[in-house]
């Protein structure tokens, strides 16, 4: 492991202005779960000065928000997530999504902010290669071994997937992250946060953050009424890892019929992909049996797999279908 | 890798779907007879269903015979079929036009004829090119033509790529000195060219100005 230096800051703006003296080769460093394994496993783009933001106290909180949503700390700890009285009763869909992430002994030292800004689990960059996000001009996991960890629905130049659950469940809730940066705080819905592989600062990444801004804090909306969401999630292992598949499905239901829906898929693309073309289809339709049948038909219409990976697609709207099952409860007898 | 300011194309490959069966005819005129032809054209059992490993295959036996006037004439017929039945690659032109616009030198560096080559960019409407190097023009194949358009951009090799699907085509982007960019259309092959360190690889043109924009980004310091 190469040698690195550890800032501890204990404001966000000292972590700013340490962040901004060394440019590219600063990364905030909060759970560490990413991080450090990126060190350990030699990645270029690994960071040589570690910017140790835990000593900020106030970035770590779950509370209430005064127009009746929850604020969240970026370096909020996943099982602490997990565990909240609070989202367990208003944001149901997101502590179970959170439940799934990892293993408890990493959930309890991995964070919110770093679960959402997490560098992609391709098998070839972890493994060293010299791939676009390590330095290099080839995508290995387009040509190799793409069944698990790469995008089925094409790619831009790199073809990981994003790698994250939490953002995948945030997104049906409209949640807003924001940004504290040199100019001051920015704030972002989820999915312009993780709008999938471009380039930041001549680095490929699944995120928007440049070298010198930290996220602070994730703002989750009031959940509105007759609101009934799932998350599922398929991946190699029962636990402790990476979806293959997952479907966060949000529908407002009012007398049966569903007034708006979210239908966010993770595991596949490149970034947290949201369906809005079953959005738009399930707006307004009357929650039956068949409607599961009739949305997978249109689901994924731009699936482009590669040689090893078809069977995303097919999880994915097998997930589409059980999700509209569970959330169309059967009528009492 | 640096900054790019010129790309080189063949067509066969980079640019259109060819079929293989006018290259298989081209090689099979040409095999010669003896040890030497057999080693040349007779290595496989089964011809080759790429036809830009058949084209450069085609290439090398090319090279080697030193074909008279009426064999250029009888392979240039050849090539024409070739050209004529050829479907081009349907994100070509969108990545062409945004290439031009990046002011990036597109130019064609190809082994075909002037004739193939000609009648290849009037089927396909391809307007984009600043130069067209053939075997005619350049007085050669393989590396030559990429050598004339390297001297008609006039841009350092280091700031030039050449596309290819082939290991022949890599070993010629080398002896040019220009960056070997590796089009992986099948994935096994390319995942045993990948092995012979190309500088880089694309799945799709498409990719192309994003990994000409990752150059001049990763040129520029973050601070």
Known sequence: MKKISIYRPTTVDEAIQIL???GTEAGVYAGGTDLLIRLKNRLKQAPTYLVDIKKIDNLRYIKEDPAGGVRIGAATKLAEIADSDLLKQRYPMLVQAVHMISSPELRNVSTLGGDLLQEVWCQYLRGGYACWRNGGYLCYGAIGDNSYYHSAMGGRLCYAVYPGDAAVALIPFDAKAKLATPAGLRELTLEQLVPGDLMVD?????????????LTEVVLPPPQPGVRASFEKLRPRGVWDFAMASLALSLQVRDNTIEDARVVFGGIAGKPLRERAVENFLKGKTLSAE?????????LANAAPLKYNSTKIDMAKGLLASGLAKLNPPAPV | MQTIQGILFEPVGCLAEFSPEPFLEIAARLSL??????????????ASKSASRSYWHALNLMEASGCDAIEAAAIETIEMQAVESAAIYEDVIPALAELKAMDIRLTIASSLSSAAVGRFLERSSLLHFDGVWNRDNSGGIKAAPLRSALAGIRLEPCRVMFLTDTAEGLKVAESAGVNSILMMNDPDESRRLAMLNPAGGIVSL????DFIRLLRSRAQPSI
């Open chain 2, 33 to 46: 007879p003896g040890p030497a032809g057999r080693r040349l054209a007779g290595r496989k059992k089964k």
């Open chain 1, 291 to 299: 409607l599961g049948g009739r949305a997978t038909a249109i689901a």
């Open chain 1, 20 to 22: 901004s003296v060394h």
């Open chain 1, 202 to 214: 001549g680095r490929i990444q699944s995120h928007v953050v440049r070298f010198n801004e930290i």
């Open chain 2, 206 to 209: 498409h990719e192309l100005p």
